[in-house]
Nanobody, 126 residues
Framework: VQLQASGGGLVQAGGSLRLSCAASGSTFSSHAMGWFRQAPGKEREFVAAISWSGGSTYYTDSVKGRFTISRDNAKNTVYLQMNSLKPEDTAVYYC????????????????????WGKGTLVTVSS
């Protein structure tokens, strides 16, 4: 699975962005997916996860109620809608796929992801 994230940019605090992650291959619908981010000088952290069917989602506490993860298996794409952005959301955002048929918990833990895309930079100005 090859992943390509897009949609990052510069936005003012309170604004919105939607990130997209396009995947290649025929097994996309069998992979739980996630978004992670890495801020300058910090370690990469988990942001959001979605099960292969889209029926289950999970978020880190700092983005609950502001971010929404979704997927369109027909388009091999996962999305991250980010609303009410804050300067502390500034980071490089990465999408990643869990190994085939893995449960969503693999994404939440984040240390056994099978595939990573190149990141897209999100900058939130105050």
């Amino acid at each position: 699975v090859q992943l390509q994230a897009s949609g990052g940019g510069l936005v003012q605090a309170g604004g919105s962005l939607r990130l997209s992650c396009a995947a290649s291959g025929s097994t996309f619908s069998s992979h739980a997916m996630g978004w992670f981010r890495q801020a300058p000088g910090k370690e990469r952290e988990f942001v959001a996860a979605i099960s292969w069917s889209g029926g289950s989602t999970y978020y880190t506490d700092s983005v609950k109620g502001r971010f929404t993860i979704s997927r369109d298996n027909a388009k091999n794409t996962v999305y991250l809608q980010m609303n009410s952005l804050k300067p502390e959301d500034t980071a490089v955002y990465y999408c990643a796929a869990a190994p085939l048929n893995s449960p969503i918990v693999v994404v939440i833990h984040g240390n056994q992801m099978g595939y990573w895309g190149k990141g897209t930079l999100v900058t939130v100005s105050s």
